[in-house]
């Protein structure tokens, strides 16, 4: 996340932020955010050592998830891609992707492992189904996992 709070209006959010957006904007949310959570809790802790601050997700959702040591973003718009070996882009929805790069705002070139997942190993960037339970089961949770810890794996210093 250091990359992008240089970002004009990027904050991170503060404790309990996440269960009031719960609570205020309904159950969309709380997948996304039950979903980022468990993404990042099945990380490799070796790799990811913020992915092992909580023994649970539910606890790394309350209390890191999004938060100024989560070393976490989540943006609504076209990534900013780098090389920076420490930073991993997903965008969420082989749709979206397709539209960024429809219109330009995504210019590399995605390897399609299948119809759910795509990588470009350069940019640290991966596509994924859309961060809910019914697009990102638990099976697809350990495979975007998988990816992400071959990403840090493959540039480990």
Request: hydrophobic letters at 40%; aromatic letters at 12%.
């Amino acid at each position: 996340m250091p990359e992008y709070q240089a970002l004009k209006g990027m904050t991170p959010l503060s404790a309990g932020e996440i269960y009031h957006i719960g609570q205020e904007c309904g159950n969309g949310w709380r997948k996304v955010f039950n979903v980022y959570a468990k993404v990042l809790f099945a990380l490799d802790k070796k790799l990811f050592e913020y992915a092992g601050l909580s023994s649970t997700w539910q606890m790394y959702r309350d209390e890191y998830l999004l938060q100024s040591k989560s070393e976490t973003a989540l943006l609504f718009s076209p990534p900013i891609l780098s090389t920076n070996v420490h930073t991993l882009h997903i965008i969420c929805g082989r749709t979206y992707a397709n539209q960024l790069k429809d219109s330009n705002n995504l210019d590399v070139q995605l390897t399609w492992s299948n119809s759910e997942f795509a990588i470009n190993q350069a940019h640290n960037l991966v596509v994924c189904p859309y961060f809910d339970y019914r697009q990102l089961s638990n099976i697809k949770i350990e495979t975007l996992a998988s990816i992400l810890n071959d990403f840090k794996n493959k540039k480990a210093p």
